[in-house]
């Protein structure tokens, strides 16, 4: 059974540094865009970055440009996502997805979600 597994959450000062993974099981990610949206409380899912199959990157929260980056090994089959200055509005879930017709900031179309991991920035 295809699944994809985040880990690396947990809670961070503001300024702080946290890296999320996700690694993907029963399916290849060379094949497919992978990117990571997130849900705050009483907010909206929201697309933060994405990586098409051809290495592209293309960030929509334009909040999180400069600070997060988001990289892929294929031969490992993970996603990474590192998140620096970390500010009291990241706090979220946050939800790795794979989209075999490439990135979108539409949580539509996506073949794989994994099942969100919390980030809490607070002092």
């Known amino acids: 059974q295809p699944q994809f597994m985040e880990s690396g959450g947990g809670l961070v000062q503001p300024g702080g540094s946290l890296r999320l993974s996700c690694t993907a099981s029963g399916f290849s990610l060379d094949y497919y865009a992978v990117g990571w949206f997130r849900q705050a409380p009483e907010k909206e899912q929201e697309g933060v970055i994405c990586?098409?199959?051809?290495?592209?990157?293309?960030n929509y929260a334009d909040s999180v440009k400069g600070r997060f980056t988001i990289a892929r090994d294929n031969s490992k089959n993970t996603v990474s996502l590192q998140m620096n200055n970390l500010r009291p509005e990241d706090t979220a879930v946050y939800f790795c997805?794979?989209?075999?017709?490439?990135?979108?900031?539409?949580?539509?179309?996506?073949?794989?979600w994994g099942k969100g991991i919390q980030v809490t920035v607070s002092s």
């Open positions: 990586n098409e199959k051809d290495g592209t990157t293309l």
């Open positions: 997805a794979a989209r075999y017709w490439g990135c979108s900031d539409s949580s539509g179309g996506v073949n794989y």
